[in-house]
């Protein structure tokens, strides 16, 4: 019978590997995810404000254009009516306006709504209604977008 010799224990830094995570270890990285989240959070707000006034900007310059578009196309008088919590389209119906579409206004977006004219009416010919432009202002936060519309029914964003 041979004998073999009798390792002696390891050290408890040797020991084999065990699965999980120490507490201590959890702490760093929840520590390290809240500064990190701390940081980007500010950076993330301006962003979100961009996308919604760009978005609601985009909402309002269609809205006029498709006004301007449905006048020409159906020879008859078309509206754009801009208000913080709906947008809408109507036609001139022999004695009354009709309803052609209608969808959410800025407000669903959280955007502030300043507005020359609320109503761009538009003729059979393209042409804007009324003595002067429409300035139509939108804001959230530092971001500013303002959309201006001329008698001759053309769209400029600034």
Request: proline share 6%; charged share 25%; glycine share 6%.
């Amino acid at each position: 019978m041979v004998l073999m010799p009798v390792e002696p224990p390891l050290l408890p830094l040797f020991r084999p590997m065990r699965r999980g995570l120490t507490l201590a270890e959890l702490m760093v990285v929840l520590a390290i995810l809240a500064v990190v989240t701390a940081v980007t959070l500010p950076r993330l707000a301006g962003f979100r404000d961009w996308i919604a006034v760009d978005t609601a900007a985009q909402e309002v310059m269609t809205a006029i254009a498709v006004a301007r578009s449905a006048a020409i196309m159906q020879g008859t008088r078309s509206r754009a009516v801009i208000a913080a919590d709906s947008i809408r389209i109507d036609r001139w119906r022999e004695d009354s306006w009709e309803d052609l579409e209608r969808w959410p206004g800025p407000d669903r977006h959280g955007v502030a709504l300043e507005v020359s004219t609320p109503v761009v009416v538009f003729d059979p010919i393209g042409l804007a209604w009324g003595l002067s432009n429409t300035t139509v202002v939108l804001r959230r936060g530092t971001r500013v977008a303002t959309i201006t519309v001329s008698r001759l029914g053309r769209v400029k964003r600034r």
